[in-house]
Each structure stands twice: as C-alpha cells, then as structure tokens.
C-alpha cells in the first residue's frame, strides 16, 4: 500500500519541483476558479455610456452585471445602474441623482420606461455640455446596444410620453401616438 502511495505521489512531486511548473499549476487552478465563479454568478457584461466632466467626450464604462432569467429583470437592473451614475468621478451622470425608475415594462421586443419627474432636468454638474433630450437618445442607444433582443425604445415621465423627434424637441407633456394603452387616458393610469 505504501509503495503504491509512493508511485503516485512521486510524479507529483516531481512536477512541483519546478518553480516554473509550480507557478504554471497555480496560475491555472486561478484561472479556473474565476471561471468557474463567474459561471455560477452568472454575470454578463454591460456598456454604459458617460460624459467627461471637461468637454463632455464620449466615455464607456463597462459594468459586471448579474444575469437573469428575466429579460425585463436584467433591463430594469441596466436602466437603474444607469441612473446611479458613473463609477469614475471624472464622467457626469445622464440624469439628475434624485431621479428614480417608476416602472419598466418589456412586450414585443418594445421597452417602456416610465421615470420620475426630476428626469426632465438636466443634472445640475452637466447643464452646459448635454441637454435632456441627448441625454435620453444616449440612454436609448445604450438599451439597443446591450440586448439585442430590444427593437425599441419608449421614455415617459409621470406617465407623460417623451417624445424623441428627429427635430429635437422635447416635450413630456404632449400625448403621444404610441402611448400605452393603459396611457391612453392620461397619467392616472399608470399601467406601466
């Protein structure tokens, strides 16, 4: 029994012996256990964009989401990610910090976003390099961007519509066409 132990120990020994192969053997048994922490996480990569506080370039951060089962769940996790900011000090948030996600509601490969009232403000560290309705078109192609599953995109503040026209307007108060039709009615009818 002892000489059997000793056959198969001896070879093991041998490989460690190696400072090269020891080191090897730890950097694969690390690089397996991130691999398997982060299949049993369940993580998934997500882009957020920002603006740099000197001239409001164009900054992307990426951000290890937790993944699941849901896709609304994972939209609703992106959308609030996006509106507590960038992690860097450096970049300005898209909205003001007191702006909260309502309710999101994810049907027929279409997302409606329903936020507080403050997402209408241009945060207060960005008023001269964005404009809210920027701000909303970055939030947009930042949704289509992460879920390809996503086709549109639909923003309302208290239930009110924002409309995203090719002019440039915005306009949170106007009826909009598209509207829920839980929204129909008006913003008591919060069915989103």
């Known amino acids: 029994m002892i000489e059997l132990i000793k056959k198969i120990f001896k ?7 190696s400072p090269i192969k020891r080191r090897f053997l730890f ?5 397996l256990a991130a691999l398997i922490e982060f299949l049993i996480l369940g993580l998934a990569r997500r882009t957020f964009v920002f603006y740099t506080v000197d001239n409001g370039e164009i900054v992307v951060e990426d951000r290890m989401l937790k993944h699941s089962a849901s896709r609304e769940e994972d939209i609703i996790r992106y959308t609030e990610e996006t509106l507590l900011g960038p992690v860097s ?14 309710s999101l509601l994810y049907r027929k490969k279409a997302v409606y976003i329903d936020f507080t009232e403050s997402a209408a403000l ?3 560290e960005n008023r001269e390099l964005r404009s809210t309705i920027g701000n909303f078109r970055t939030l947009y192609d930042s949704i289509l961007r992460n879920f390809s599953y996503v086709k549109d995109v639909r923003f309302f503040i208290e239930g009110n519509a924002v409309l ?24 008591d009818n919060a069915g989103i």
């Open 11 to 17: 070879p093991i020994t041998g490989f460690l012996s």
């Open 89 to 102: 000090p450096d970049l300005l948030p898209l909205f003001p910090r007191d702006t909260k996600l309502k």
């Open 164 to 187: 995203l026209g090719a002019s440039g307007d915005f306009n949170a108060d106007e009826e909009h066409p598209d509207a829920l039709p839980d929204q129909a009615d008006g913003p």
């Open 122 to 124: 241009i945060p207060l």
């Open 27 to 31: 950097l694969v048994i690390l690089v």
